[in-house]
């Protein structure tokens, strides 16, 4: 079941996406579709509390021919073999959205997952590993 945090997080990381397409003058259908993809970015918690809950829910919604299904599927999976601008921009989002739904640096969101989940678990070091991949990428 997804915790009264994590739907925070959920929000705010749907919101900065919007916001971020609004900055860059894409056009509005878009930018509803990154609030959207935004939004059920993290729908698998709702099914399960670890690390496989992107590929649950990418899997619930490919079922469902989601359009974006794939970057929530991929989305916290460094390395992977599926890219897209979308799966960069809900990445982007999702490293600068605290576990409450807070905006942080990308140095703050990895103590957040840190502190949360241990500096020796896998969501700390994918989440580091796509952190360097965006920077990068030329996201900051």
Same mark, same amino acid.
């Not at 990154?34 to 619930?60: A, Q, R, S, V, W």
């Given at each position: 079941m997804? #915790?009264?945090?994590?739907i =925070?997080?959920?929000?705010?990381v &749907?919101?900065?996406?919007?916001?971020?397409?609004?900055e860059k003058?894409?056009? #509005?259908?878009?930018c509803?579709?990154?609030?959207t993809? $935004?939004?059920?970015h993290d729908? $698998?918690?709702?099914?399960?509390d670890n690390?496989e809950?992107?590929y649950? $829910?990418g899997?619930?919604?490919?079922?469902?021919?989601?359009?974006y299904?794939n970057e929530?599927k991929?989305?916290?999976v460094p390395?992977?073999?599926?890219s897209?601008?979308?799966l960069d %921009? %809900? =990445?982007? &989002?999702?490293?600068?959205?605290?576990?409450?739904?807070?905006?942080v640096?990308?140095?703050?969101r990895l %103590?957040?997952i840190g502190r949360?989940?241990?500096k020796?678990?896998? &969501?700390?070091?994918?989440?580091k590993?796509?952190?360097e991949?965006?920077i #990068?990428?030329?996201y =900051?």
């Amino acid at each position: 079941m997804i #915790s009264n945090d994590r739907i =925070n997080h959920i929000i705010s990381v &749907a919101r900065f996406m919007k916001e971020y397409c609004i900055e860059k003058k894409y056009d #509005s259908t878009y930018c509803e579709e990154m609030f959207t993809l $935004g939004y059920l970015h993290d729908i $698998g918690y709702e099914f399960c509390d670890n690390p496989e809950h992107n590929y649950i $829910g990418g899997e619930l919604l490919d079922k469902q021919k989601y359009k974006y299904s794939n970057e929530i599927k991929y989305h916290g999976v460094p390395d992977c073999i599926y890219s897209s601008k979308e799966l960069d %921009l %809900l =990445n982007f &989002a999702d490293m600068h959205i605290d576990g409450k739904g807070n905006y942080v640096s990308f140095e703050e969101r990895l %103590l957040d997952i840190g502190r949360r989940r241990g500096k020796d678990s896998s &969501a700390y070091k994918n989440s580091k590993k796509i952190i360097e991949s965006l920077i #990068s990428k030329g996201y =900051n």
